[in-house]
């Protein structure tokens, strides 16, 4: 019993500590139970050694084998800076590489039980072949879908090493909160003598310096940019994505910084941005009459259309059963409910004009996806389909028409001042 208090208290200190960091950070759920999840298993498995030796020793070995492996990328991370990731982003990686092999085999237990409730020692050969055949067929559906959706919603932020500056812009750091508090850090270049600013806004996976062609196009058509990259990107706050419902905060809140910081370069302002930068940019206008046009480049229809999408090079049953798992693993992950994320029936909430492109060639996001948008859309719209083009690859086959059509569509809105 005194043993069980004191490692319950163990518990206690872990979890408080875990908390205060998660509230220090801003970090969603997933990621305070991601990073408490090794320390919980040391615990657990230090909480064996006066009955169970053997399986302490194990649990015990593979988490020090796990944190020493964390400990060497981090001093590699100090020593050598990586050029493409974040700061410590390799060490997160690895440290979320120990978690999600802790997370697999937590998800095993149900498994293994059933299995040992379904056979015994005395049972045929073939019998417990065949039950545990199906035991690990079973646990591979769920595992699949669950590995999927991590890719999916915690992705390693990418730090990119190309700046305005080299496109001989003048640039301004900036950061700003979100309205959940989580810290966004972007770029903000403003254009003389003009009342009009777009916010850019990059696609899943990627940053801010993926949209330095449509800047400056953007610039030299008489815009203002703030150019951001999204939580869980780049170098702003928090590791999760939520495909829209929690990055729509992101564009509000620049909005907000906008018109608090420089009102009157935006006067005006409008969105341009594509894939899941796109579909945040829906549910930002839907909420946010201040956004006064879109230019919306691959936008998805719902998550549900996407689940069905991804695991396209899986076995035929895992592609049917595993849109669905996979989702409820995803609505775990990024605590939204993205079985109701539809950005069909939230485009229909947006009330200015909005542009839409898409590659004919998208294999990721397929046309039907973005046409699906257009239909739900009200009116002015515009649709544009470019040949050849696969996903986000629109720009670089279509240039510079492309720049030339998303200025003049944007410069034709009505009320837009010079």
């Known amino acids: 019993m005194a043993n069980r208090k004191r490692f319950l208290l163990v518990y206690g200190f872990i979890a408080a500590l875990v908390m205060t960091v998660g509230a220090a950070g801003h970090l969603n759920w997933s990621e305070q139970f991601y990073l408490a999840m090794p320390l919980v ?47 410590f982003g390799r060490t997160l990686c690895a ?18 039980a059933v299995v040992s409730k379904l ?13 545990r055949t199906l035991g690990i067929i079973a646990f591979s559906f769920v595992v699949y879908a669950y590995l ?36 966004i850090s972007g770029w903000y270049i403003p254009s003389e003598d003009s009342n009009r600013a777009v916010v850019l806004c990059h696609g899943m996976g990627a940053d801010r310096t993926d ?9 030299d058509g008489g815009y203002s940019v703030l150019m951001s990259d999204f939580r869980g990107h780049g170098a702003s706050g928090g590791y999760t994505v939520s495909y829209g419902p929690k990055e729509k905060w992101d564009i509000i809140s620049g909005v907000d910084y906008l018109k608090r910081e420089h009102p009157e370069k935006s006067k005006h302002v409008f969105g341009v941005g594509w894939s899941m930068g796109a579909a945040s940019l829906v549910l930002a206008a839907a909420d946010d009459e201040r ?26 049953i895992y592609r049917q059963v595993t849109p669905y798992t996979a989702t409820v693993f995803a609505c775990a992950e990024s605590g939204v409910n993205l079985f ?16 839409f492109v898409h590659g004919e060639e998208d294999k990721l996001i397929p046309i039907a996806q973005g046409r699906a948008v257009y239909d739900s859309a009200n009116q002015p719209k515009k649709w544009r389909s470019i040949p050849g083009a696969g996903h986000c690859g629109t720009i670089g086959i279509d240039s510079p028409n492309y720049e ?14 010079k």
């Open 148 to 183: 999927l959706s991590f890719l999916q919603t915690h992705v390693p932020k990418r730090s990119g090493d190309r700046t305005p500056a080299q496109l001989r812009l003048s640039f301004e750091d900036v950061a700003y909160p979100s309205r959940d508090g989580v810290r």
């Open 340 to 355: 109701g994320l539809d950005i069909t029936e939230a485009i229909k909430q947006v009330n200015c004009p909005v542009m």
């Open 95 to 112: 440290y979320a590489l120990l978690a999600i092999v802790l997370m697999s085999m937590w998800l095993y237990v149900p498994f293994g």
């Open 41 to 87: 298993f040391l615990v657990r498995g230090l909480s064996f050694l006066p009955d169970k030796k053997q399986e302490a020793r194990s649990r015990i070995t593979l988490v020090a084998i796990g944190l020493a492996v964390v400990l060497v990328v981090s001093l590699i991370d100090i020593s050598w800076p990586s050029p493409s990731f974040g700061t």
């Open 119 to 131: 056979t015994n020692k005395d049972d045929p050969k073939w019998k417990r072949i065949t039950v």
């Open 291 to 316: 956004i006064e046009g879109l230019h919306i480049d691959a936008v998805f229809a719902s998550a549900m259309d996407m689940a069905r999408v991804l695991p396209s090079g899986a076995p035929p």
């Open 404 to 417: 030339i059509q998303m200025i003049a569509f944007l410069d034709a809105i009505e009320g837009k001042g």
């Open 211 to 219: 949209m330095l062609d449509f800047a400056l196009a953007l610039h």
